[in-house]
């Protein structure tokens, strides 16, 4: 059985409709891209799966739960963990401040998150503000961590950033998968470094699902006609 699954996802906001048939299948300790062209409907579906944004039409279930009534918090609270685009950390906390805010009960402490990215122990104690955009990505993803999450989802967790942070954002999702069970959704438009990490990716077009498969069998053609400039 799927930890995560979307049929059909429809989903507005106000009278405009964003998601006109997502389909989406995450195992347990999977790593899914979720990949398409920028407005195609890729954060909207993260936001359906948050509960950050209500579903139209279609079946939600993560562990097995219909969990479309749920508010945002409950479904955090069954075990899903985002690292949203933006990074939004709470500017006036410091590092240690945003990482305990968040936390719940499990193997992910401040020990473990600082392990993951030791630059966020050298900042303990600074202001979140005063971080570059890479560290704060990385305590984004820490925060999230925090949670104890089931599945995690990284949107744009690279995006903006300098190449050297890039590689830094990369490895630890590589480190994830080799040494965790944590499932994972990863929203990027890096397929060489999406190849190296992901089991299987899910293609938007236009709010729908228009491809999905082995990350290995994502070739050439269908990259140029759903995923090129």
Same mark, same amino acid.
């Given at each position: 059985? #799927? ?8 989903? =507005?906001?106000?009278? !405009?409709?964003?998601? *006109?048939?997502? &389909? ?13 062209? +920028?407005?195609?409907?890729? !954060? !909207? ?13 279609? %079946?939600? $279930? *993560? ?5 479309? @009534?749920?508010? !945002?918090?409950?479904? /955090? ?12 950390? *709470?500017? +006036?906390?410091?590092?240690?401040? +945003?990482?305990?805010?968040?936390? $719940?009960?499990? &193997?992910?402490?401040? &020990?473990?998150?600082? @392990?993951? =990215? ?10 979140? /503000?005063?971080?570059?955009? @890479? ?12 949670? +104890? ?8 967790? %690279? ?6 942070? $890039? ?7 590589? $480190?994830?998968?080799?040494? %965790? @069970?944590? /499932?994972?959704?990863?929203? &990027?438009?890096?397929? /060489? ?18 491809? #999905? ?7 050439? #053609? ?8």
């Amino acid at each position: 059985m #799927s930890l995560l699954s979307l049929q059909g996802i429809e989903a =507005f906001y106000g009278p !405009s409709q964003a998601l *006109f048939g997502v &389909d989406l299948e995450v195992g347990e300790g999977e790593v899914c891209a979720l990949m398409g062209r +920028n407005g195609m409907g890729k !954060s !909207s579906t993260v936001k359906v799966i948050c509960r950050m944004l209500k579903h139209s039409g279609g %079946t939600l $279930r *993560f562990a097995g739960e219909d969990i479309a @009534g749920l508010p !945002s918090f409950k479904a /955090a609270r069954r075990g899903l963990g985002l690292v949203p685009e933006g990074r939004r950390c *709470f500017p +006036n906390l410091t590092v240690r401040e +945003n990482l305990i805010a968040a936390a $719940r009960p499990g &193997d992910w402490t401040l &020990d473990g998150v600082t @392990g993951l =990215f030791p630059r966020l122990a050298e900042r303990r104690d600074q202001m979140a /503000a005063s971080l570059s955009g @890479g560290e704060q990505q990385m305590l984004a993803i820490g925060r999230a961590l925090m949670t +104890n999450p089931r599945l995690m989802m990284l949107d744009e967790a %690279t995006e903006g950033l300098a190449p050297v942070v $890039r590689q830094e954002i990369w490895a630890a999702v590589r $480190r994830l998968k080799a040494e %965790t @069970g944590l /499932a994972l959704i990863v929203v &990027d438009k890096s397929i /060489a470094e999406l190849r190296g990490v992901a089991d299987r990716a899910v293609v938007l077009e236009r709010g729908a699902t228009v491809w #999905s498969g082995a990350m290995g069998a994502l070739d050439a #053609s269908v990259a140029e006609r759903y995923l090129g400039v």
